[in-house]
């Protein structure tokens, strides 16, 4: 089987978590910082908070912001249900805005038509590796990047280490922000409340000459990464170059090889980091069992989110969402996938299906 995702792990990381385990730290300690800074050297970026996962990276952004009950947000439902879950959780008001036809990341007409006095955020997902291009607005846009590392836009930028991710570190995530404030409240947010290099002055200790060493103001939760996954991050992020490069070749073999093809085309957009090799195709499910039966593993991965009943369990109102719910599927796109294997894919999709 020629698998949709597989997880990429460097020798290197490998090393570095058997030097993690041997050491005194393999919960939050220095490599965690040294991650954190060397993504920040690597990406052009000055303020990263490091997390144990994507989805607390979103959740720590929500927070930045202060969504509460009742505040309209405006979302994508073709994106993983960890983007909208936590506006759930927060009793937000979702607005569902359509996708873009050629990306199938959000609609920026369709986000502009919705924008209100009411609006309070603004939530764009970089689907399968492209920009998702909402540029600009007068309320705060989360970006949510999971898919897409190295991409940054909007006030906050959203990436994940999860298993099948560019990079990973088991799981983990990322949050980008613009100002040194936002990097320390996030910080706070991400570890019950507690300022940790405040501690760290203080040589860990709570209580010192019968006074408290440091304060609690806001009501963090347990989202930090540890070192050992930061030391897989650390290995991961000497990659993120030939990862790129890898899985833009293998794409545009896809690219050449498909265009032409009657009932079927590759989704790409201006920007893209090639997570997802995803194609608009006719007669879906045919496609998808002639692919199976060549040892071609295919799938959705993401399900339009408006249809569970978590989020209403109906089929918004969105005419390209509709249109294209039963077209769209993903093939193989990862670093075990050769040429050779992009080769043979292309030519199977060309003996029809």
């Known amino acids: 089987m020629i698998d949709l995702f597989y997880p990429y792990v460097p020798r290197e990381a490998i090393d570095e978590v058997v030097d993690t385990l041997h050491s005194r730290f393999v919960g939050q300690g220095p490599r965690v910082e040294r991650f954190e800074k060397e993504f920040c050297n690597l990406f052009g970026v000055r303020y990263a908070i490091s997390l144990n996962s994507g989805t607390s990276a979103l959740e720590t952004a929500y927070d930045l912001i202060g969504l509460k009950e009742d505040d309209e947000v405006i979302t994508t439902p073709l994106t993983c249900t960890a983007t909208n879950l936590p506006l759930v959780r927060r009793k937000c008001k979702i607005v569902w805005a359509d996708i873009d036809e050629n990306t199938l990341c959000i609609s920026p007409k369709d986000v502009e038509f919705k924008t209100t006095p009411n609006t309070k955020a603004i939530v764009q997902v970089h689907l399968g590796g492209i920009k998702s291009m909402v540029q600009y ?37 990322m949050l980008v922000v613009h100002s040194e404030r936002q990097r320390n409240e996030a910080k706070l947010l991400r570890w019950f409340g507690i300022d940790r290099d405040k501690k760290i002055r203080n040589d860990w200790q709570a209580y010192k000459e019968r006074r408290m060493t440091f304060d609690i103001k806001f009501p963090g939760m347990k989202r930090h990464m540890t070192d050992i996954a930061a030391a897989m991050g650390i290995a991961g992020l000497k990659h993120y170059e030939d990862i790129i490069s890898h899985r833009q070749n293998i794409f545009g073999i896809y690219k050449n090889g498909l265009q032409g093809i009657d009932g079927i085309r590759l989704v790409d957009g201006i920007e893209n980091t090639y997570w997802l090799a995803t194609v608009i195709v006719e007669r879906r499910d045919d496609f998808a069992k002639m692919m199976f039966a060549e040892d071609i593993d295919t799938n959705m991965v993401q399900v339009r989110n408006d249809i569970y009943k978590i989020f209403g369990g109906k089929r918004a109102e969105l005419p390209i969402m509709n249109e294209l719910e039963d077209k769209y599927i993903s093939i193989p796109l990862n670093m075990k ?12 999709i060309k003996g029809g299906w």
Request: aromatic share 10%; with cysteine.
């Open 337 to 348: 996938v050769t040429e050779d294997d992009a080769n043979f894919i292309v030519g199977k």
């Open 137 to 173: 607005s007068e309320v705060p846009i989360v970006s949510d990047a999971c898919q897409a590392l190295g991409i940054f836009s909007g006030d906050y930028s959203c990436f994940s280490f999860q298993a099948i991710k560019h990079i990973t570190t088991g799981d983990g995530g």
